[in-house]
């Protein structure tokens, strides 16, 4: 099992920044990738970043490129988001979340086999 544990939400300013960690434990922590969501009220759960393991690539959704850092530190399995220029929009709950594999696409909740109990984000205007 694996167990995600976020952390760094608050509540911040349009045009703050936070940055959001998660920290993973479990004798059966190794990632293909990992990814952040987020969920705001009443809405689907939606990517917002992901991050490859390895290799460290990453990809973001539209909606946070330019503004979100997704990395990872592969000694202290984490993986954080750093989130600048903030706005109300991006208010939610903040999701972390582990992909055991390829061959299913990032932006998918489905595709991820771990999930962090979340943190909230809110961005007042």
């Known amino acids: 099992q694996v167990q995600l544990v976020e952390s760094g939400g608050g509540l911040v300013q349009a045009g703050g920044s936070l940055t959001l960690s998660c920290a993973a434990s479990g004798r059966t922590f190794s990632p293909y990738s990992m990814g952040w969501f987020r969920q705001a009220p009443g809405k689907e759960r939606e990517f917002v970043a992901h991050?490859?393991?390895?290799?460290?690539?990453?990809a973001y959704a539209d909606s946070v490129k330019g503004r979100f850092t997704i990395s990872r530190d592969k000694a202290k399995n984490t993986v954080s988001l750093q989130m600048t220029s903030l706005k109300p929009e991006d208010t939610a709950v903040y999701y972390c979340?582990?992909?055991?594999?390829?061959?299913?696409?990032?932006?998918?909740?489905?595709?991820?086999?771990?999930w962090g109990q979340g943190t909230q984000v809110t961005v007042s205007s």
């Open positions: 979340a582990v992909r055991t594999g390829p061959g299913r696409s990032i932006f998918t909740p489905l595709s991820y086999d771990y």
């Open positions: 991050i490859n393991w390895s290799i460290g690539t990453t």
